[in-house]
């Protein structure tokens, strides 16, 4: 399974996010506003972004000054953000790797970060305790996601390839419906996280529809979970 997850993810790596490109230093800032409050002030923090694809949220924080780790199943992703990289000057380690089985030591990041990343995911608890034993004691977990599909969405048979293979794998996500920010919190605090709240992100929806007019028909506004590892 996780073989067919990362030849899709490889497979749609040259045109994700395409309508986002231009805009890039906008969405930089607006997440830059978002997380200052949600993090200590004047403190250099070991950051890791997991499922990265083209490493925005790795920009985030390696343009303030953190130490940033990013991570991705996919090679092709981690091609296009380690290409980023360079062309903004930043330094970030990048790891090929499963955000459900990660290659870290316990203990080791003050802040996890993932943004449209968990509907993606094939085992939400793995993912959320995982997270919990790579983060320091009082580590904090902060995740973007939105509800993209209805549901019960059924998959059209009639899209072209690439929406078919993104469609058959859908029964192996079990979130990719239901990871409304009540679904989230629950499962945060069932696999450690205390202090976990979520709050919607309007500006954020605001420059999603600018960005992408026609693709921006999503059911709600997009959301920020965060926790602390007790
Ligand atoms: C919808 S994209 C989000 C990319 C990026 N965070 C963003 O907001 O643009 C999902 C990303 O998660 C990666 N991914 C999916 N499952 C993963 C897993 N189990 N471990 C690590 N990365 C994963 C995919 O390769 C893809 O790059």
Known sequence: MKDKITAHWNQISPNYRKMYRDHLDEE??????????????????????????????????????HNVTALDISEEMLARAKEGAKNRNLSIKFVEGDGENLPFENNTF???????????LTDHDKFFSE????????????????QWFQPGYVPNRNYNQEERNHDE?????PLYDSNSPEMITDIMENNGFS???????????EYMKRCDPEGYDYLSVPYLATGIKC
Request: proline share 5%.
């Open 28 to 65: 930089i800032l607006l997440m830059q506003k978002l997380f200052l409050e949600k993090l200590p002030a004047g403190k250099k923090l070991n950051v890791l972004d997991i499922g990265t694809g083209p490493g925005i949220q790795a920009f985030v924080f390696a343009e303030m000054e």
């Open 110 to 120: 003050d802040v996890i970060v993932n943004m449209h990343l968990l509907w993606t």
């Open 131 to 146: 997270c919990c034993r790579v983060l320091v004691p009082g580590g904090r977990i902060l995740a973007i996601d939105g």
């Open 169 to 173: 794998l859908i029964e192996y996500l």
């Open 195 to 205: 202090e976990v709240s979520w709050k919607s992100l309007p500006e954020y929806a």
